[in-house]
């Protein structure tokens, strides 16, 4: 998600490059663990919300669930998160969510992600609902048929007709910036 800001600040061809030769250099193994990818993107053990969302993006782009990502699945986080469109940045956010991967979101799947979001956006925006309030709102706008779980189907519709639910569906808070910010960071 984040794409209207992904898209003022796409990264050009040599620092997707720099990363791919950082990611060759730092796994010679050909497989990146959670705690390597929070060290190459400098995340800070002290900041358990960015933890959390960089387990939760690592997660969903290990695509067969061994734990780590091979040069592949990285190569495809990466361009997914620097240069996808619309429509898969929202397939990939209701992946993240759906922690159980039953194809639906239960309030408390949506709960989880807004809470880590929730912390996130809340050290840049003033925001005056709670994550309960956030989930509540969004389940009122975007489950069409209130059965209490979200279709795949709906959280694309919901999101791309509401802007106020695409706002607080970011998952990615401006996932771009964020790389390009601490790709200046890596060693």
Same mark, same amino acid.
């Given at each position: 998600?984040?794409?209207?800001?992904?898209?003022?600040?796409?990264?050009?061809?040599?620092?997707?490059?720099?990363?791919?030769?950082?990611?060759?250099?730092?796994?010679?193994? &050909?497989? @990146?663990?959670?705690? #390597?990818? /929070? %060290? *190459?993107?400098?995340?800070?053990?002290?900041?358990?919300?960015?933890?959390?969302?960089?387990?939760?993006?690592?997660?969903?782009?290990?695509?067969?669930?061994?734990?780590?990502?091979?040069?592949?699945?990285?190569?495809?986080?990466?361009?997914?998160?620097?240069?996808?469109?619309?429509?898969?940045?929202?397939?990939?956010?209701?992946?993240?969510?759906?922690?159980?991967?039953? &194809?639906? @979101?239960?309030?408390? #799947?949506? /709960? %989880? *992600?807004?809470?880590?979001?929730?912390?996130?956006?809340?050290?840049?925006?003033?925001?005056?609902?709670?994550?309960?309030?956030?989930?509540?709102?969004?389940?009122?706008?975007?489950?069409?048929?209130?059965?209490?779980?979200?279709?795949?189907?709906?959280?694309?519709?919901?999101?791309?007709?509401?802007?106020?639910?695409?706002?607080?569906?970011?998952?990615?808070?401006?996932?771009?910036?964020?790389?390009?910010?601490?790709?200046?960071?890596?060693?």
């Amino acid at each position: 998600m984040g794409q209207e800001e992904s898209h003022n600040e796409e990264m050009d061809l040599a620092q997707i490059q720099e990363l791919c030769i950082i990611f060759m250099k730092e796994c010679p193994s &050909g497989a @990146l663990h959670l705690h #390597e990818m /929070k %060290r *190459i993107f400098g995340v800070p053990s002290s900041s358990e919300e960015e933890s959390l969302y960089i387990e939760t993006v690592f997660r969903s782009f290990d695509t067969n669930k061994d734990n780590t990502l091979d040069f592949l699945e990285y190569v495809a986080a990466l361009h997914l998160i620097l240069r996808g469109n619309l429509e898969d940045r929202l397939k990939w956010s209701f992946k993240m969510y759906d922690k159980d991967g039953n &194809g639906r @979101l239960d309030r408390q #799947e949506v /709960k %989880r *992600i807004i809470r880590i979001i929730y912390k996130i956006k809340l050290q840049k925006t003033d925001i005056s609902l709670t994550p309960s309030e956030i989930c509540d709102r969004i389940f009122e706008l975007v489950d069409q048929n209130h059965d209490g779980q979200i279709t795949l189907s709906e959280f694309m519709e919901g999101a791309q007709k509401d802007e106020w639910v695409m706002n607080m569906l970011k998952l990615d808070v401006n996932a771009t910036g964020w790389v390009i910010q601490n790709c200046g960071k890596l060693p």
